[in-house]
């Protein structure tokens, strides 16, 4: 327990809850989650510019079932619970340019089994609905390219509809295991707090469909392209926006935990209904340097965190 990691505390199976529910609020006191609700989708859509999607979630129309809708030929009113279920996995997932056999594993892990040609469907039909989405995939392909051919000259550029991100590359040393220095190129992109995204010792070779890219990162030589990427800007983001979040929230309630994308408070019951409300505002509110982001949570509050998590839906 002493090594315990609060970020993946399980939540699947018989006892996945349980030691959710062991974190008890004091006596006098109840738990408060505060979960922010799609925020990756949101984020990727607006940073991809897909301004049909960021309206939908401006309106707070069902995105996934409306996705369903489309896989499905139907109106989203007609969508089933399974469909709808099918159209969530579609806008969680398909976004970072998953193809359809790692689509079709990932709903195996939820129990859900679809042969590969359905899977194909889903994964043509994300990309036909949203191909905003799908150029800024290209868009960060073409990035790395000049990110390795033009370092050397330390370029720079922006990326993103929603907002500017600068990018550039440096050649600078790299010391490896066997403690050998030479210099590599480093690619980055700095997000609005300053901080950079950095891809070390980012090489390029060819590959059987084209240029494959490769970074070292701590824990080995890893794959990088287009769409993770474009994962690693949108959660480097995100975190920006709660980071933002906590900021506002602790000015007249303490954090007591972050556990990815939700904020959790321990708080009198006199104070519940008062701080949930200023909790609520802060986690829906656009973030000065995100104009145009429409974000929005949920709130759950209970005895323990394991309830107050279930009660945040």
């Not at 494959?212 to 769409?227: L, P, S």
Request: charged fraction near 25%.
């Amino acid at each position: 327990m002493e090594k315990i990691n609060l970020q993946n505390l399980p939540s699947r199976g018989p006892y996945g809850k349980v030691l959710k529910k062991t974190m008890v609020a004091p006596e006098g006191y109840k738990v408060v989650d505060c979960d922010s609700a799609q925020i990756e989708a949101r984020i990727l859509a607006w940073f991809a510019g897909q301004q049909d999607l960021v309206l939908d979630f401006e309106l707070k129309r069902d995105v996934y079932k409306k996705q369903a809708g489309k896989i499905y030929h139907k109106d989203a009113t007609d969508v089933t619970s399974a469909e709808r279920f099918l159209g969530k996995q579609t806008i969680l997932g398909c976004g970072y340019q998953m193809g359809a056999e790692r689509f079709q594993v990932q709903l195996a892990t939820y129990d859900v089994y679809i042969p590969l040609a359905e899977a194909e469907h889903i994964i043509n039909i994300y990309r036909e609905s949203n191909p905003e989405i799908k150029r800024m995939w290209y868009k960060c392909q073409d990035i790395l390219k000049h990110m390795v051919s033009g370092a050397h000259r330390n370029i720079r550029g922006v990326v993103g509809a929603g907002i500017a991100l600068n990018w550039g590359a440096d050649v600078e040393e790299i010391t490896y295991r066997n403690g050998v220095t030479k210099p590599c190129i480093t690619g980055w992109i700095e997000q609005p707090n300053g901080l950079k995204i950095y891809y070390k010792d980012l090489k390029v070779k060819a590959g059987e469909r084209g240029p494959e890219y490769t970074y070292q990162a701590r824990d080995g030589v890893k794959k990088i392209y287009g769409g993770k990427v474009v994962e690693n800007i949108c959660q480097a983001l995100a975190r920006c926006a709660i980071g933002t979040q906590i900021v506002d929230i602790s000015k007249k309630t303490p954090v007591a935990l972050t556990v990815h994308d939700s904020i959790v408070a321990c708080i009198q019951d006199q104070f519940i209904d008062k701080a949930g409300k200023y909790i609520v505002e802060c986690m829906s509110k656009t973030p000065e340097w995100a104009e145009g982001l429409p974000l929005d949570c949920d709130i759950g509050i209970g005895a323990s965190y394991g309830e107050a998590a279930e009660n945040a839906g």
